[in-house]
């Protein structure tokens, strides 16, 4: 490696121990960007990459809430202000049991690289709890949210901090959350996205992660003169981003044969078609987060404790959460015939299995640009909300189109060399030089 790559990150280990998601993330795009930063003394002047690495703002507080049966619980609630050189931080909130203070660097050090692709005004944020909805009741999830909402109010708005869902918050918990908002503020504004389309909410929104993925590797399969049709794809996950996935890969022609879940993955020879992708829905709302009733449901088979990546498929597509591919797993679905791999999970590949795609030219993009889809959608949705209008669905979906579109325009502009597209480096130079010369511009702050 080196040195100066070297000694960046010993600095930012000894400043933030024990956060190793956040340097994982930090690394994958330092070794991206460092030629640039290094050869450009404006940037280093600067300590553009420095200054970076260290969020804006950090916010941790208690979250106190009472259960159904009377017990006190608590949890700890963030909001990490990661950047805010291109636009009013966005990006969403988790809440799941495995959150830390290293995963939401991680995930809003990534957003501010992520949504600077999108070309739309938005900096990069991430917030969330430990709080998990398994086995609780709707009642429950309503008086967390209310409470963990009645400590962020203070720190959001529309034009400073809009924040949306990720893992464990869908329009379920928005609705919540922007209703004790409205209560506290006395005010309607669009301060989330993800909205209930009656409400401020936009057309696409709930598909747009899945969707703008699937365009996404539309580019990355014309690259190679291939299509969708006919193509099976193993897809991990069945939250919303898979099923937004699968929707699209349907409609285009593709197969999907796995869906997978922190019990096992299923697989379905037969394809993930027709009422079966609605089932995912009723899968998520039983808050149980379990895949195994579906190979009850359709007669097909589970595996537990499992990963889907030892089934042969054309295209591998990750939707479930960090590190959930790693070295093995990717040498084994290659060796198995596929041959091309997008991230759609944030981070959803460990370093290891990113250097193997890389170092063996093979077709890989990162969570950042495939994904972006999603974040994309919710600037449209801030847009709309601006303008107290709503476009229709064809309209949204034109435009995340374009935006998947220039994006994978700006993987191969900055990723491009000898004939490959290296989209790890190209995602993070396209992110990085926009991000760096808005910080530049606004001076030492
Ligand atoms: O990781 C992501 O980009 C999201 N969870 C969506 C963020 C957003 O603000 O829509």
């Known amino acids: 490696m080196n040195a100066g790559i070297d000694s960046f990150m010993e600095g930012l280990r000894a400043r933030t121990p024990g956060e190793a ?212 794809f193993a897809v991990s996950g069945f939250g919303n981003v898979a099923w937004g996935a699968i929707s699209k890969i349907n409609e285009l022609g593709g197969k999907v044969v796995t869906i997978s879940g922190p019990d096992g993955f299923i697989y379905d ?51 479930a959460t960090q590190n959930e591919l790693n070295e093995d797993d990717a040498r084994m679905l290659n060796s198995n015939g596929c041959f091309l791999f997008a991230e759609v999970s944030n981070m959803g590949c460990t370093s290891d299995a990113v250097n193997y795609f890389v170092n063996n030219k093979l077709t890989f993009a990162p969570g950042k640009a495939v994904n972006a889809g999603g974040v994309a959608v919710s600037g449209l949705e801030m847009s709309q909300n601006s303008m107290r209008y709503n476009w229709t669905s064809e309209e949204v979906d034109k435009r995340l189109h374009l935006i998947m579109q220039d994006i994978h325009d700006t993987c191969t502009k900055h990723g491009k060399a000898d004939g490959y597209i290296n989209y790890v480096k190209g995602a993070n130079v396209g992110g990085f030089v926009k991000v760096a010369e808005a910080m530049l511009a606004q001076g030492l702050v």
């Not at 959001?156 to 503020?185: C, H, M, S, W």
């Open 269 to 319: 020879p037969d394809g993930i078609s027709g009422r079966k992708v609605e089932y995912l829905l009723e899968l998520r709302e039983s808050n149980n987060d379990v895949v195994a009733p579906y190979a009850e449901e359709f007669g097909v088979h589970f595996f537990p404790d499992a990963k889907p990546w030892q089934v042969k498929v054309d295209i591998a597509m990750p939707c």
């Open 21 to 232: 998601e956040f340097h994982q993330a930090v690394l994958e795009v330092v070794e991206s960007v460092w030629d640039v930063y290094d050869t450009n003394p404006r940037y280093k002047q600067a300590k553009i990459l420095e200054r970076m690495v260290e969020p804006e703002r950090t916010i941790m507080f208690r979250v106190p809430w009472s259960n159904d049966i009377g017990e006190v619980e608590i949890n700890r609630g963030y909001r990490i202000e990661f950047n805010s050189a291109l636009g009013p931080y966005k990006g969403g909130l988790r809440f799941h049991k495995s959150v830390t203070l290293s995963i939401l660097k991680f995930l809003g050090f990534e957003q501010t690289f992520k949504n600077s692709l999108t070309t739309l005004p938005m900096g990069g944020g991430k917030g969330g709890s430990d709080f998990s909805a398994k086995g609780r009741s709707d009642n429950e999830i309503m008086r967390f949210c209310q409470s963990f909402m009645t400590e962020l109010f203070r720190h959001i708005g529309p034009n400073t901090d809009v924040p949306a869902g990720d893992i464990g918050v869908g329009g379920r918990e928005i609705g919540f959350l922007f209703g004790q908002y409205k209560r506290i503020r006395n005010e309607f504004t669009g301060v989330l996205t993800g909205k209930g389309l009656g409400w401020g909410g936009s057309l696409v929104r709930p598909e747009a992660t899945g969707y703008g993925a699937v365009y996404f590797v539309q580019h990355m399969l014309n690259e190679i003169g291939k299509t969708i049709e006919g193509k099976t």
